[in-house]
């Protein structure tokens, strides 16, 4: 172990005594062997307290491994400078040191490890203090939850948060190099500047500005601009933008919205005022002003039993202050004699800061309430019914016809518009917004319209409907006078089916003439010229033979005809008294498979049948039988060359309360737009290349029509053929199911 007697120099002592380092000498153990005395003003200790000791010891614990490594280090280098680590003082403190280790092991007058070491805890300190500020600053400037950025002293941008691309939708490089006024909208760009070049001069504040985003989207922000100072001077500034568009928006929708309530109790016809807790007047429509003929600046801002001190001992004035105190509004009438003789029917409603009032002089309402009851008397004896309303269309009185027409009583009207109880199902809602928009007109006018009674049966009512109006010309109310004209609509109705039904007679006819026309008129001539070359011509020879064979197929083609119009004739004839019965739509379906069965499994075709078991309607079952039939055999004969052919039946009810059948193939299918007019023709055939007379659509449809259904065909070519059925559950002859 060295001691002080190694450096005999005076010299040499001065200097170690007096350094501000701390110099000493450690084994390659990290034990102290020479301390030099400025340890103790630094540290505390004094040099011999330290003598022997492992430096090791005094540092602190996340420090030990570094200085460890560096002990390490130095056996095989010259020199080691390491960072500052934390060193224990005599006081307990935690001292920054920094130091330098050289390796003189092999120096026979130091034969050791020589630290050279600094106290640098202030220096350490001020750096984290430092390190901690512009932590702070990027916390603020980066996770700032509005967008914060930089502009130097020109005004271009140099930094932005993460929150500014959000704002304006440009990215932290398109920003850099700009100018902010690139940014700003035109008509903001004068003001903005302003404020810019305020900063400059020191004083920080705050603006509302418009700008717009990189797609020129407009958006409304508020703006906090922050002068940067260093050393004294400005050398740019922060700024904060919050986006306010939505509270900007939210403002305007509420001024518009006060304004718009401002014009509204404006243009209220009579006389309405608010008061506070006060009982001062806060508002006055011009209406009220006009009913005193005074001025509104001399009313308000008045208390109201100060101005009228009459009126303190009124029922106006006992059911303000019970609203007051009650929170609930009221209504109520009292008479007044000034301004002038009245009967004022008071509304009183409480609010946040009073209460509000509306009134109305309704002596005159009395006055046609007499006359009112004068005409109920009179209506109240007439056959038709009688209804008034208030201007509103609410119900204040029936007489007793309108109770006998519907089966309403008086009480399950009172209040109610007549149109919620009788309209129904088929009323027609055009006619109903024809009657809406001449009761909002104002006018007298007469109406036809569908209505049901009381036990759902359906009844035609003739309507007259008269406005009444008060002296100012509102409606006050209505009176409607209604007719049963159920009889006389019925008669119209059936009018006008049998006028269809003739229609539809006279086109079969045409069609009925134009098929023997032009489907006899060839069979006969050709029949009756060969008749006519038969005696001319050698018995024994081979053309008497082929003109007979001729002259057979021309009857035997005749007879067909006369048979197919047997059926059409038969098919007309008894649609007239067309007998139905409950007929089971799967039974049907399944009888006409069976009969198809041997071509089915013949040609492998797949038959999908979805029929509710269920399934029953009023039909002819025979007509039922030959449609399917037919529809069925047709989609055997037309399919397709080129796949297996699908059949599928479906059934179902739709919303109208029709049984729909639908029928459909994967077939050759037809062009529609060719077809479509001529599909349920006699004689019409559009497949050339299978056999058939063309008479199979023309049964299916006549019979169809005469049980009261409709038939819709769909086709596209080689796609395949849908042909949609509808028949009602009930067709019982009625004209209002017609």
């Not at 090791?56 to 010259?78: G, M, P, Q, R, V």
């Not at 939708?169 to 903001?188: A, C, D, M, Q």
């Not at 001399?298 to 109201?304: S, T």
């Not at 002089?361 to 109920?376: H, Q, Y």
């Amino acid at each position: 172990m060295m001691c002080d007697a190694n450096f005999t120099s005076d010299f040499y002592k001065a200097i170690v005594k007096n350094s501000t380092e701390l110099i000493s000498v450690l084994d390659q153990a990290g034990e102290y062997m020479f301390v030099g005395a400025s340890v103790e003003p630094v540290l505390g200790y004094e040099a011999h307290e330290l003598l022997g000791t492992n430096a090791i010891d005094y540092i602190h614990k996340n420090d030990a491994a570094f200085a460890l490594s560096a002990l390490e280090k130095i056996c095989t280098e010259k020199e080691v400078r390491m960072l500052p680590l934390r060193f224990k003082a005599k006081n307990g403190d935690w001292r920054w040191i920094e130091c330098t280790i050289t390796n003189m092991l092999d120096n026979e007058s130091v034969r050791g490890i020589v630290a050279n070491s600094r106290d640098v805890t202030q220096e350490v300190e001020n750096e984290l203090k430092k390190e901690q500020s512009q932590s702070f600053y990027k916390s603020l400037f980066h996770d700032h939850p509005d967008a914060v950025f930089t502009l130097n002293t020109d005004g271009y941008f140099e930094d932005a948060n993460k929150q500014f691309p959000r704002l304006i939708n440009y990215s932290e490089e398109e920003i850099k190099g700009k100018h902010f006024t690139e940014l700003v909208h035109p008509s903001y760009t004068k003001e903005v500047t302003y404020a810019f070049n305020k900063a400059l001069a020191g004083q920080a504040h705050t603006i509302e500005a418009l700008v717009l985003t990189k797609q020129g989207k407009e958006i409304d922000i508020c703006v906090t601009i922050v002068p940067i100072f260093f050393k004294g001077s400005v050398e740019g500034v922060h700024v904060i933008a919050r986006d306010i568009t939505q509270l900007k928006r939210s403002d305007r929708l509420i001024r518009e919205q006060a304004d718009q309530l401002n014009s509204v109790v404006e243009s209220i016809a009579e006389p309405f005022f608010a008061l506070d807790k006060q009982w001062c007047y806060t508002y006055v429509n011009k209406a009220y002003a006009a009913f005193l003929g005074k001025y509104r600046e001399e009313m308000l801002g008045n208390n109201i039993w100060e101005t009228y001190p009459q009126s303190v001992h009124s029922l106006f004035y006992y059911k303000c202050h019970e609203v007051a105190s009650s929170g609930l509004p009221v209504s109520f009438e009292e008479p007044y004699s000034k301004p002038r003789e009245a009967v004022i029917r008071f509304s009183v409603f409480p609010s946040s800061n009073g209460i509000s009032v509306y009134f109305r002089d309704v002596i005159e309402e009395r006055g046609l309430e007499a006359e009112l009851e004068k005409l109920s008397l009179v209506a109240s004896q007439t056959t038709n019914g009688v209804i008034i309303t208030d201007g509103d269309g609410k119900v204040e009185w029936v007489n007793n016809s309108f109770e006998r027409l519907t089966g309403y009583s008086f009480a399950e009207v009172l209040h109610k518009e007549p149109g919620e109880l009788l309209q129904g199902v088929e009323t027609d809602q055009e006619t109903v917004a024809r009657i809406r928009k001449k009761l909002a007109e104002a006018v007298p006018f007469s109406e036809e319209i569908l209505n049901y009674r009381k036990n759902g049966e359906k009844v035609w009512f003739s309507m007259i409907i008269t406005p009444i109006l008060d002296t100012k010309g509102h409606v006050s109310k209505f009176i409607a006078i209604q007719s049963d004209t159920t009889d006389k609509k019925r008669s119209e109705l059936e009018l006008k089916q049998m006028a269809s039904d003739l229609s539809i007679q006279n086109k079969s006819l045409q069609q009925f003439t134009y098929f023997i026309s032009h489907n006899l008129r060839a069979p006969v001539a050709n029949a009756s010229g060969l008749a006519a070359l038969l005696p001319r011509i050698d018995k024994n020879s081979k053309k008497f033979e082929s003109v007979l064979s001729k002259l057979q197929t021309s009857v035997s083609h005749l007879d067909s005809i006369i048979k197919d119009m047997n059926t059409i004739l038969s098919l007309r004839d008894g649609n007239q008294l067309l007998p139905l019965e409950d007929v089971n739509l799967s039974a049907v379906c399944t009888e006409v498979i069976n009969s198809l069965q041997e071509s089915i499994v013949e040609l492998g075709v797949t038959t999908l049948v979805d029929v509710d078991t269920d399934c029953v309607v009023q039909a002819s079952k025979a007509y039922l039988h030959n449609i399917f039939y037919n529809l069925l055999l047709n989609a055997i004969k037309y399919r397709a060359t080129d796949r297996k052919l699908i059949i599928a039946v479906k059934c179902r009810q739709n919303k109208d309360g029709e049984v729909e059948i639908i029928i459909s193939d994967n077939g050759s299918g037809m062009e529609m737009g060719l077809v479509k007019d001529q599909l349920f023709k006699l004689y019409k055939r559009f497949h050339l290349n299978t056999t058939g007379r063309g008479v199979g659509l023309f049964l299916v449809k006549t019979q169809v029509e005469a049980m009261k259904g409709r038939i819709e065909v769909d086709s596209t070519p080689n796609v395949g053929t849908s042909f949609k059925i509808y028949l009602k559950y009930n067709v019982e002859e009625s004209f209002y199911n017609r």
